[in-house]
Protein backbone atom coordinates (compact mmCIF):
# COMPACT_ATOMS: atom_id res chain seq x y z
CA UNK A 1 0.00 0.00 0.00
CA UNK A 2 2.88 2.47 0.72
CA UNK A 3 4.85 1.88 -2.60
CA UNK A 4 1.11 2.17 -4.47
CA UNK A 5 1.31 -1.80 -5.33
CA UNK A 6 -2.11 -2.85 -4.70
CA UNK A 7 -4.88 -2.45 -7.14
CA UNK A 8 -7.80 0.41 -5.97
CA UNK A 9 -10.25 -2.18 -5.39
CA UNK A 10 -13.07 -1.98 -2.30
CA UNK A 11 -11.61 -5.60 -2.04
CA UNK A 12 -8.08 -4.51 -1.18
CA UNK A 13 -9.49 -1.26 0.97
CA UNK A 14 -11.72 -4.35 3.20
CA UNK A 15 -8.76 -6.37 2.94
CA UNK A 16 -6.84 -3.83 4.57
CA UNK A 17 -9.31 -2.17 7.06
CA UNK A 18 -9.90 -5.68 8.66
CA UNK A 19 -6.07 -6.76 8.87
CA UNK A 20 -5.95 -3.48 10.61
CA UNK A 21 -8.45 -4.48 13.04
CA UNK A 22 -11.47 -2.01 11.84
CA UNK A 23 -8.31 1.24 11.53
CA UNK A 24 -7.99 4.25 9.21
CA UNK A 25 -4.24 3.99 10.04
CA UNK A 26 -2.05 6.57 8.24
CA UNK A 27 -1.00 4.24 5.83
CA UNK A 28 -4.82 3.17 4.63
CA UNK A 29 -5.75 7.21 4.88
CA UNK A 30 -2.61 8.04 2.48
CA UNK A 31 -3.54 5.35 0.04
CA UNK A 32 -7.64 7.27 -0.33
CA UNK A 33 -6.48 10.31 -0.49
CA UNK A 34 -3.60 10.23 -3.45
CA UNK A 35 -5.54 7.63 -5.46
CA UNK A 36 -8.39 9.22 -8.00
CA UNK A 37 -11.47 6.99 -7.30
CA UNK A 38 -13.32 8.42 -9.45
CA UNK A 39 -14.11 5.28 -12.22
CA UNK A 40 -13.59 2.90 -9.45
CA UNK A 41 -16.76 0.90 -9.12
CA UNK A 42 -17.05 1.85 -4.88
CA UNK A 43 -19.82 -1.03 -4.08
CA UNK A 44 -19.52 -3.49 -1.19
CA UNK A 45 -18.03 -1.03 1.72
CA UNK A 46 -19.11 -2.18 5.09
CA UNK A 47 -20.66 0.12 7.19
CA UNK A 48 -18.23 0.07 9.90
CA UNK A 49 -15.62 0.77 7.19
CA UNK A 50 -18.25 3.60 6.23
CA UNK A 51 -18.02 5.02 9.82
CA UNK A 52 -14.60 5.11 10.45
CA UNK A 53 -14.24 6.29 7.23
CA UNK A 54 -16.50 9.48 7.81
CA UNK A 55 -15.18 9.82 11.60
CA UNK A 56 -11.10 10.17 9.82
CA UNK A 57 -10.31 13.95 10.20
CA UNK A 58 -7.48 13.77 7.33
CA UNK A 59 -9.64 12.76 4.49
CA UNK A 60 -9.50 14.91 1.64
CA UNK A 61 -12.92 16.62 0.59
CA UNK A 62 -12.70 14.99 -3.26
CA UNK A 63 -12.13 11.78 -1.96
CA UNK A 64 -14.67 12.07 0.73
CA UNK A 65 -17.53 13.20 -1.98
CA UNK A 66 -16.77 10.46 -4.22
CA UNK A 67 -16.86 7.71 -1.30
CA UNK A 68 -19.99 9.03 -0.01
CA UNK A 69 -22.00 9.19 -3.64
CA UNK A 70 -21.43 5.68 -3.72
CA UNK A 71 -22.28 4.82 0.15
CA UNK A 72 -25.95 3.24 0.47
CA UNK A 73 -28.30 2.97 3.30
CA UNK A 74 -26.38 5.62 5.21
CA UNK A 75 -29.67 5.79 7.59
CA UNK A 76 -28.74 2.44 9.00
CA UNK A 77 -25.08 3.73 10.61
CA UNK A 78 -24.87 7.52 9.95
CA UNK A 79 -26.20 8.54 13.67
CA UNK A 80 -26.87 11.96 14.88
CA UNK A 81 -23.50 11.63 17.55
CA UNK A 82 -21.37 10.86 14.87
CA UNK A 83 -22.27 13.71 12.42
CA UNK A 84 -22.07 16.03 15.32
CA UNK A 85 -17.92 15.39 15.96
CA UNK A 86 -17.01 16.06 11.89
CA UNK A 87 -16.28 19.52 10.16
CA UNK A 88 -18.93 21.49 8.42
CA UNK A 89 -17.49 21.14 5.25
CA UNK A 90 -17.93 17.44 5.38
CA UNK A 91 -21.56 18.06 6.83
CA UNK A 92 -22.15 20.20 4.10
CA UNK A 93 -21.29 17.05 1.40
CA UNK A 94 -22.97 14.93 3.22
CA UNK A 95 -26.34 16.95 3.36
CA UNK A 96 -25.83 18.08 -0.29
CA UNK A 97 -25.57 14.52 -1.51
CA UNK A 98 -28.47 13.57 0.16
CA UNK A 99 -26.82 11.56 3.07
CA UNK A 100 -28.80 13.14 5.99
CA UNK A 101 -32.44 12.90 6.99
CA UNK A 102 -34.21 16.53 6.37
CA UNK A 103 -35.54 16.38 10.09
CA UNK A 104 -35.39 18.71 13.27
CA UNK A 105 -31.65 17.95 14.28
CA UNK A 106 -30.25 18.03 10.92
CA UNK A 107 -31.41 21.89 9.97
CA UNK A 108 -29.99 22.40 14.30
CA UNK A 109 -27.15 20.88 13.30
CA UNK A 110 -26.56 22.96 9.91
CA UNK A 111 -27.42 26.25 12.31
CA UNK A 112 -25.11 25.26 15.06
CA UNK A 113 -22.28 24.41 12.88
CA UNK A 114 -23.21 27.48 10.26
CA UNK A 115 -22.86 24.78 7.38
CA UNK A 116 -22.64 27.07 4.31
CA UNK A 117 -25.09 24.67 2.18
CA UNK A 118 -27.01 25.62 -1.07
CA UNK A 119 -30.48 25.68 -1.71
CA UNK A 120 -30.51 22.38 -3.54
CA UNK A 121 -32.50 20.74 -1.05
CA UNK A 122 -33.87 23.64 0.80
CA UNK A 123 -37.58 22.18 -0.23
CA UNK A 124 -40.96 23.28 1.13
CA UNK A 125 -40.58 20.26 3.89
CA UNK A 126 -37.25 21.90 5.02
CA UNK A 127 -39.45 25.49 5.60
CA UNK A 128 -42.53 23.86 7.23
CA UNK A 129 -40.41 22.29 9.81
CA UNK A 130 -38.29 25.56 10.03
CA UNK A 131 -41.68 27.47 10.74
CA UNK A 132 -43.81 24.58 12.80
CA UNK A 133 -40.54 24.05 15.17
CA UNK A 134 -40.00 27.73 15.62
CA UNK A 135 -35.92 26.99 14.71
CA UNK A 136 -33.68 30.13 14.73
CA UNK A 137 -31.37 30.14 11.79
CA UNK A 138 -27.75 31.24 10.78
CA UNK A 139 -27.77 34.78 8.34
CA UNK A 140 -26.33 31.99 5.41
CA UNK A 141 -29.15 29.31 6.05
CA UNK A 142 -31.61 31.86 6.13
CA UNK A 143 -30.71 33.78 3.08
CA UNK A 144 -30.62 30.26 1.33
CA UNK A 145 -34.44 29.35 2.81
CA UNK A 146 -35.85 32.57 1.36
CA UNK A 147 -34.47 32.31 -1.60
CA UNK A 148 -37.60 30.12 -3.51
CA UNK A 149 -40.99 31.31 -3.02
CA UNK A 150 -42.62 29.52 -0.18
CA UNK A 151 -46.04 30.67 2.04
CA UNK A 152 -43.59 29.71 5.06
CA UNK A 153 -40.98 32.93 4.18
CA UNK A 154 -42.62 36.11 5.18
CA UNK A 155 -43.23 34.26 8.97
CA UNK A 156 -39.48 32.87 8.76
CA UNK A 157 -37.97 36.44 7.92
CA UNK A 158 -40.10 38.00 10.64
CA UNK A 159 -38.43 35.41 13.45
CA UNK A 160 -34.87 36.21 12.25
CA UNK A 161 -34.80 39.36 11.80
CA UNK A 162 -31.38 40.19 13.63
CA UNK A 163 -29.49 38.76 11.65
CA UNK A 164 -30.08 41.02 8.79
CA UNK A 165 -29.84 44.67 7.76
CA UNK A 166 -32.85 47.52 7.73
CA UNK A 167 -31.95 47.41 3.60
CA UNK A 168 -31.55 43.61 3.72
CA UNK A 169 -34.73 43.48 5.09
CA UNK A 170 -37.13 46.22 2.68
CA UNK A 171 -35.39 44.18 -0.28
CA UNK A 172 -36.35 40.72 1.15
CA UNK A 173 -40.15 42.30 1.98
CA UNK A 174 -40.12 43.80 -1.95
CA UNK A 175 -39.66 40.10 -2.64
CA UNK A 176 -42.56 38.73 -1.23
CA UNK A 177 -45.35 40.09 -3.72
CA UNK A 178 -48.45 39.97 -0.96
CA UNK A 179 -50.59 42.96 -0.05
CA UNK A 180 -49.69 42.99 3.54
CA UNK A 181 -45.89 43.21 2.66
CA UNK A 182 -46.16 46.12 0.28
CA UNK A 183 -48.11 47.78 3.05
CA UNK A 184 -45.23 47.14 5.52
CA UNK A 185 -42.94 48.49 2.61
CA UNK A 186 -45.01 51.77 3.20
CA UNK A 187 -44.72 52.05 6.56
CA UNK A 188 -40.56 51.55 6.07
CA UNK A 189 -40.98 54.28 3.72
CA UNK A 190 -43.26 56.65 5.32
CA UNK A 191 -45.26 56.91 1.89
CA UNK A 192 -48.07 59.27 2.28
CA UNK A 193 -50.95 57.72 4.95
CA UNK A 194 -48.87 55.21 5.65
CA UNK A 195 -50.44 55.44 9.65
CA UNK A 196 -53.68 55.21 7.83
CA UNK A 197 -52.47 51.33 6.98
CA UNK A 198 -54.43 48.28 8.38
CA UNK A 199 -52.65 44.85 8.12
CA UNK A 200 -53.46 41.69 9.40
CA UNK A 201 -53.00 40.59 12.85
CA UNK A 202 -50.83 37.59 11.73
CA UNK A 203 -47.10 36.74 14.16
CA UNK A 204 -45.67 37.94 10.85
CA UNK A 205 -46.89 41.03 10.89
CA UNK A 206 -46.38 41.89 13.96
CA UNK A 207 -43.13 40.95 14.86
CA UNK A 208 -42.15 43.14 11.77
CA UNK A 209 -44.20 46.20 13.55
CA UNK A 210 -42.65 45.20 16.50
CA UNK A 211 -39.28 45.19 14.97
CA UNK A 212 -39.98 48.45 13.07
CA UNK A 213 -40.76 49.87 16.72
CA UNK A 214 -37.50 48.90 18.40
CA UNK A 215 -35.51 50.91 15.67
CA UNK A 216 -37.68 53.99 16.06
CA UNK A 217 -39.20 53.25 12.35
CA UNK A 218 -43.02 53.78 13.92
CA UNK A 219 -43.17 55.04 17.27
CA UNK A 220 -46.15 52.39 17.90
CA UNK A 221 -48.44 49.89 16.97
CA UNK A 222 -52.00 49.32 17.94
CA UNK A 223 -55.05 46.57 17.39
CA UNK A 224 -57.33 47.81 15.22
CA UNK A 225 -60.99 45.79 16.18
CA UNK A 226 -59.88 41.88 16.71
CA UNK A 227 -57.67 41.19 13.23
CA UNK A 228 -56.36 43.72 12.38
CA UNK A 229 -53.00 46.61 13.12
CA UNK A 230 -52.10 49.74 12.49
CA UNK A 231 -49.08 51.92 13.04
CA UNK A 232 -48.75 54.94 14.99
CA UNK A 233 -46.55 57.63 13.36
Known amino acids: ???????????????????????????????????????????????????????????????????????????SWLSDALINNIRPEKIKILFELGCLPIKVTTIQLLVDKDVQVGSTRIDKYFKQLVADKNIPLSKALLLNVLQAPDKHNKLILSRNLSLLTRDEIYEQLHQLHDDDSDKLLKVMEHARGFTSLKLNKTDSNNNLLTWMKKKSVIKDLEVVGQSKLRVKK
Open 1 to 75: MQKNKIHKTTENLLAYFDLSGEVFDENLVEFINKNDWESVQLQGLSNEFYQKFVATENILEPQFTIFMKASTNTA
